[in-house]
């Protein structure tokens, strides 16, 4: 069964580093997002990608992030600036065209020191 | 406001029993609901969903059921077994926007 993947599992950084977060979506879907769950809290949404742009994306999203899809394939989502409360895990979710169910990857574990 | 460390309501049920998990939702104007489960350190994984023209929907195993009235879903689970021990999420998406709320999270836990 194709699934949604995300590498790396876990990514440790400086504050203030730059982190690209990776995701291939299932082949087929045409709709992308991010979101993220701070430890123990509620899953968040960051943003939606459709044809090439940004359809949606929450407060969260602010300048310091911004996502790509550089080919066919990938799905990347880069912080510019980490800071500490960057530090959760990021899920990546994909849907097709036609429903409206997203299926998520298994995460990245961020964690800014 | 949230506060961080939200603590999760738990449900525990004996092996085999029924398990029923409820949420409730935010958005009058969602039309999309669905629940998906999380094992510790793995993404959300789809269960089953419903649009707000239905009010039951039956998988394996699990049925959902969705009261418009209070702005409730609840996902019941039939002969609860260990690999059902997760957290589980409600999600609602509002028609014409591209995201998903989530819920706090239910977490169950089932004894043997």
């Known amino acids: 069964e194709p699934e949604v993947t995300q590498t790396p599992s876990h990514q440790v950084t400086q504050m203030g580093q730059e982190v690209i977060l990776r995701c291939v979506p299932i082949?087929?879907?045409?709709?992308f997002y991010w979101y993220r769950q701070i430890l123990g809290q509620k899953v968040e949404f960051l943003v939606s990608f459709y044809n090439n742009e940004i359809s949606e994306k929450s407060e969260i999203f602010d300048d310091q992030f911004s996502v790509e899809r550089p080919d066919g394939s990938n799905f990347t989502l880069k912080i510019r600036s980490t800071k500490l409360e960057d530090s959760a895990m990021y899920f990546c979710a994909s849907r097709t065209k036609g429903t409206d169910t997203q299926y998520f990857g298994p995460g990245t574990r961020l964690t800014v020191l | 406001g949230e506060s961080v460390g939200l603590h999760l309501p738990t449900l525990s049920v004996q092996e085999g029993d029924n398990s029923i998990i409820n949420c409730a939702y935010s958005n009058s104007a969602s039309d999309y609901f669905i629940w998906y489960k999380q094992e510790s350190g793995k993404g959300p994984q789809f269960i089953i969903d419903?649009?707000?023209?239905?009010d039951k929907r039956q998988g394996q195993r699990v049925t959902v059921l969705l009261n418009k009235t209070v702005k409730h879903l609840s996902l019941q689970i039939a002969a609860t077994q260990p690999g059902d021990s997760a957290v589980y999420f409600c999600?609602?998406?509002?028609?014409?926007?591209?995201?998903?709320?989530f819920g706090t999270g239910t977490r169950l836990k089932v004894l043997a």
């Open positions: 082949s087929n879907h045409l709709y």
């Open positions: 419903i649009r707000s023209n239905m």
């Open positions: 999600a609602e998406n509002a028609g014409g926007t591209y995201k998903y709320i």
